[in-house]
């Protein structure tokens, strides 16, 4: 039946019979798709939902008129069941970046993709203020309070509950209400694409195009950014994000001003909502439809979400207090310890040799202290080491610590950073000096207690010559 539909659109629109059709890897929706080749290719789309294909084909041609990189539809049947549009080949954004997204690292190609892309967004964005029929859109014509709640309660009923949590509903939804008045606070003409993704954008000939924007609606601008630079499975580091976003402001500065820090404020809740529905989506994907590329998503929205309640929103408690009670269970915090981030830090005496790396990556830094001028060459400081005040007194007053820490510290900052970003989760420091016992104890010491305090990792600290051992908590 859905073969025989498309070869009749397949001829009618090119005259000639289809010589292959190959069925496309499904995505999350119902909707199956199909590459129909002959004298050209074309993609066949079956979706059950007649009045959202009926969205998707209007806008797909209100943009094209507007000179918009959206896949053209070239005809349809009268059901709207079915229809043909271009084929913009096989490379979706996300596997175009797939190097970055595995690594944290993203070269200057993958860089130079994303930027043109959310680049591209205010036009398409803001092709919506002017004639464009927003009571064709599917399934609602705004985003509004409605479907606000609708959402949040998508996240509710299918993901938290699927938890097993306790928490009282009534103040949960006094504090939905509330989220809904804060995003609601902006009127716009604009378009709100919906699902805007990396998965939503193909790649052809270099350049970006739009596709499944067929959920779009009037609506604010931040709800794209916050789908496009928070996706679980992106991966996308803080830098890389706030490069995106100043490009993203850039392109909307020809459309209208942009008040950066009333922006980045309003974005924050947008993000906030956008993970709460994304969990919603994968516990009902995931969890109610078995489909294993949701559930293992789950890890990495909830990650997401556990940085960005490290920011408090006074304007929901009751939602924030339950989140930070979801990110702490055991099903996540788990699978989240197994990707944590250890730092061995250890002062040894050079004539007892260079400890090992007990990880096995035979890596790390190791610092030589012995330049630094010596406390041991005093009598009086014999029986103390670099924890203890006459010595810490003596380092400090000398100076010469202190500078050589700081380089320490930028050095290992930016490691400990990169490190975060790839999931690597072992990283070895080692101060050695003549004894053990007083430079490389400092130096240990302060910059285990520097770590912890700007990176909330574990840190496990050994001096040992002095066979003392120190371990600090990560912060989750």
């Not at 103040?171 to 209400?177: G, I, Y």
């Not at 459309?255 to 820090?261: K, W």
Request: net charge neutral.
């Amino acid at each position: 039946m859905i073969i025989d539909e498309l070869k009749k659109l397949y001829y009618s629109n090119t005259g000639s019979r289809a010589k292959e059709i190959t069925e496309l890897p499904s995505s999350g929706s119902n909707r199956r798709y199909f590459r129909l080749t002959g004298v050209k290719s074309l993609i066949g789309v079956n979706g059950t939902s007649p009045e959202e294909n009926a969205a998707f084909i209007y806008m797909s041609g209100y943009f094209r008129r507007k000179d918009l990189p959206v896949p053209e539809v070239y005809c349809h049947t009268d059901d709207k069941l079915f229809y043909l549009q271009e084929d913009l080949g096989d490379t979706l954004l996300f596997d175009a970046i797939e190097k970055g997204r595995r690594s944290c690292v993203f070269d200057e190609n993958e860089r130079r993709l994303l930027r043109k892309t959310i680049a591209l967004l205010p036009s398409i964005q803001m092709a919506g203020t002017s004639g464009f029929d927003f009571t064709c859109c599917y399934p609602q014509p705004e985003f509004n309070q409605r479907s606000v709640l609708w959402d949040l309660n998508y996240f509710k009923y299918c993901f938290l509950k699927a938890t097993g949590m306790d928490f009282q509903e009534d103040r949960l939804e006094d504090d939905f209400r509330q989220m809904s008045e804060v995003l609601l606070e902006d009127s716009s003409g604009a378009f709100l694409y919906r699902d805007f993704q990396s998965r939503n954008v193909m790649i052809k000939d270099g350049e970006p195009w739009f596709i499944d924007f067929q959920g779009g609606r009037r609506g604010p601008i931040y709800y794209d950014i916050a789908s496009f630079l928070w996706q679980a499975k992106a991966k996308f580091t803080e830098d890389l994000r706030n490069e995106l976003l100043s490009e993203y402001m850039r392109a909307l500065r020809r459309y209208q001003p942009v008040d950066e820090v009333f922006f980045l404020n309003r974005l924050r809740h947008f993000v906030l909502f956008r993970i709460l529905q994304v969990l919603g989506a994968y516990g009902f994907r995931g969890y109610f439809e078995k489909k294993p590329h949701f559930i293992q998503s789950v890890p990495y929205a909830i990650e997401n979400l556990r940085q960005l309640l490290k920011t408090d929103y006074p304007e929901y408690p009751y939602l924030c207090d339950i989140l930070r009670r979801l990110t702490k269970l055991k099903q996540f915090s788990d699978d989240i310890q197994k990707r944590m981030l250890e730092v061995k830090i250890v002062s040894f005496a050079y004539k007892k040799g260079i400890p090992n790396d007990p990880a096995g990556n035979g890596g790390g830094f190791v610092f030589d202290c012995r330049a630094i001028n010596n406390p041991g060459k005093y009598e009086r400081y014999n029986h103390f080491t670099g924890s203890d005040e006459p010595v810490i007194r003596f380092l400090e007053e000398d100076g010469e610590i202190t500078s050589f820490l700081e380089h320490v510290y930028a050095m290992v900052d930016a490691s400990v950073k990169r490190y975060l970003d790839r999931g690597f989760t072992n990283l070895i420091v080692c101060f050695g000096c003549t004894g053990g016992q007083h430079r490389s104890v400092y130096s240990a010491q302060h910059l285990a207690e520097h770590l912890h305090s700007k990176f909330g990792i574990k840190i496990h600290l050994t001096h040992r010559e002095q066979n003392m051992e120190q371990t600090f908590d990560a912060t989750l």
